[in-house]
């Protein structure tokens, strides 16, 4: 079955130091997107790409960095320059020329102690 | 930029009551509108879309929306709710900017089912 792979599906880190989220897709859809999630806060763009080899910042970048070697996966960096980056992490793909709505990953929850 | 609103982040129904979850946009251009469902520590679901074609749309599990321009709302609606349906739902709208498109998201409303 296609879809998008998260993994882990909860990640404990200490503070200071970086960790990375892997994000697969075997959809092969053209568009990835990193949204982080906070209660009572919706979701909250970080990066997302278009094609490979090409991203661009969201909402709330900084922080975080990301690549797209692969047009499957998108994996993301969570630096020790984040602030707070205690919080659920999903990522999301769709078509590049589609309006259907994007297909999300089932997230990963990330604690930093 | 577009934006959307989900007044509330609480709403609570006895199940078999009617569900209605409030969602109004902001756009200079005619938006394509989502609402996605989101059950504990998974990832969203789509419901349903809006994206130009009949304004009554129909999703899964038994959803519905209906887009109203002059209104600038996108109101998702269930005639009789079910103990499965407690979940968080967010409405979001399709912003493109500079040959780029990212969906926009409400805050979410979290929906309590009661016996």
């Known amino acids: 079955d296609g879809g998008i792979t998260q993994s882990p599906k909860y990640l404990f880190r200490k503070e200071g130091q970086n960790v990375t989220l892997s994000c697969e897709q075997n959809?092969?859809?053209?568009?990835m997107y990193w949204y982080r999630q906070d209660p009572g806060q919706g979701l909250r763009l970080i990066y997302y790409s278009q094609i490979v080899n090409d991203f661009q910042k969201g909402d709330i970048a900084e922080g975080y960095s990301v690549s797209r070697e692969k047009k499957e996966s998108f994996p993301l960096t969570v630096t020790s320059a984040q602030k707070n980056p205690t919080a659920f992490y999903l990522c999301a793909s769709r078509p590049i020329d589609s309006n259907y709505g994007y297909t999300f990953g089932s997230g990963t929850r990330l604690t930093v102690v | 930029a577009q934006s959307v609103t989900q007044l509330g982040s609480h709403v609570s129904v006895s199940e078999g009551a009617l569900v209605l979850l409030r969602c109004n946009y902001s756009?200079?251009?005619?938006?394509?509108l989502f609402w996605y469902v989101q059950y504990p520590n998974q990832g969203l679901q789509l419901l349903l879309k809006?994206?130009?074609?009949?304004?009554l749309v129909k999703g899964i599990n038994g959803f519905e929306a209906e887009f109203k321009k002059s209104e600038t709302s996108f109101h998702l609606t269930k005639p009789s709710a079910h103990m499965s349906d407690a979940a968080e739902y967010f409405c979001?709208?399709?912003?493109?900017?500079?040959?780029?498109?990212?969906?926009?998201f409400g805050k979410g409303m979290k929906l309590t089912v009661n016996p």
């Open positions: 959809l092969n859809h053209d568009a």
């Open positions: 756009s200079s251009v005619p938006p394509y």
């Open positions: 809006y994206t130009s074609a009949a304004t």
């Open positions: 979001a709208v399709s912003e493109a900017k500079g040959g780029s498109e990212k969906l926009v």
